[in-house]
């Protein structure tokens, strides 16, 4: 298999960046929307195969099991194509560091994404878990809410410290995916890192796009409480892309020497 040594992927992950925040509107919208739908398909993935499994025999071999499901998701956006917020997160910001393009390219990327991102994680929650009862019916709902409510209860803190931790790892997939020069090389580089941070648990705020209007569709916990948590994460993940990711392989790759 083969893949680009790590300033070679610099130069990549900058170069999508700029890309990235030069694509027709209705392109980055319609790319959003697919990414947020792939997104929670990889989550509404992960419930329908663990929600049944009992916790008191399966342990944290339930969490792994998640994990090695939810990647489909990512593997969609990045291999068939999708505008994902927390990968631009580190791309864009990457394409800025390096002065490819400006502070308002970010800030307008980022915005159209977001709402993309969210219209599309809606449309699944609604219309597969609410409408179709796919997160409404026995141990999925049970699996559904309880999940809802762990991300829900972090304090503001815990939740934007969760949120570093999520896109650090997902940012890291996305670049391995960069490195590989093939499908085979692009879904393992994707795979290993997603595993990790689903089965670890953090938060990734896509995914809540999801999971957390799959819950309040079934009639548990506020739209209020929803905006907090987005809050935390949302910002978590920026740091955890933008900086983690973007910024030290910037330093590390690209940035001129002094």
Known sequence: MAFHAPKKTAQIAMENGEKKVHLPITTTI??????????????????RITGNLPEAIWGSMSAFIGGAVFPVGLVFVLIAGGELLTGNMMAVATARFAGKIKTIHVIKNWSIITVSNFVGSIFVAYFFGHFLGLTETGPYLDATVSIAAHKIEASFLEAFVSGVGANW?????????????????????????IMAFVAIGFQHVVAN?????????AGYFSWWEYLYNFAAVFLGNAVGGAIFVGCFYWMAYLREKV
């Not at 790892?169 to 795979?191: N, P, Q, T």
């Open 169 to 193: 790892l997902v940012c890291l997939a996305v670049w391995l995916c960069y490195s590989a020069d093939d499908v085979a090389g692009k879904i393992l580089g994707i795979w290993f890192p």
């Open 30 to 47: 319609i790319l959003g929307f697919l990414a947020g739908a792939y997104i929670s398909f990889g989550f509404l993935l992960d419930i």
């Open 209 to 217: 796009m999801f999971v957390i209007p799959a819950a309040i569709f």
